[in-house]
Nanobody, 126 residues
């Protein structure tokens, strides 16, 4: 059974940084993708960044490119999202997600991912 648990959220001023963590237990799928999504109140859940667990290939949403970095520590089974130069529009609940390695299609699609964490809140004040 796959279990994803996010941590590291909080409140920060614009321009600040936060690092989110996602502890993954029971996730043993090869060729899988792990990702970070976010959802602001009244808005749809949107993809932020993704990483291919086997090769480390990464993709980012244009809105976070150059500011956020996704990484994976396989030895700790932990996914990270380093967020720098935060903006008020980055305020959202952030979710960790993972697929089973047998899915095709855009990494941005919510329905691509079978496993989700409970989320961690990030609030950026101006």
């Amino acid at each position: 059974q796959v279990h994803l648990v996010e941590s590291g959220g909080g409140s920060v001023q614009a321009g600040g940084s936060l690092r989110l963590s996602c502890a993954a237990s029971g996730y043993t799928y090869s060729n899988g993708w792990m990702a970070w999504f976010r959802q602001a109140p009244g808005k749809e859940r949107e993809a932020v960044a993704t990483i291919f667990t086997t090769r480390g290939t990464t993709y980012y949403a244009p809105s976070v490119q150059g500011r956020f970095t996704i990484s994976l520590d396989s030895t700790k089974n932990t996914l990270y999202l380093q967020m720098n130069s935060l903006k008020p529009e980055d305020t959202a609940m952030y979710y960790c997600a993972a697929d089973n390695g047998r899915v095709s299609g855009s990494w941005r699609r919510v329905d691509r991912y079978q496993f989700w964490g409970q989320g961690t809140q990030v609030t950026v004040s101006s």
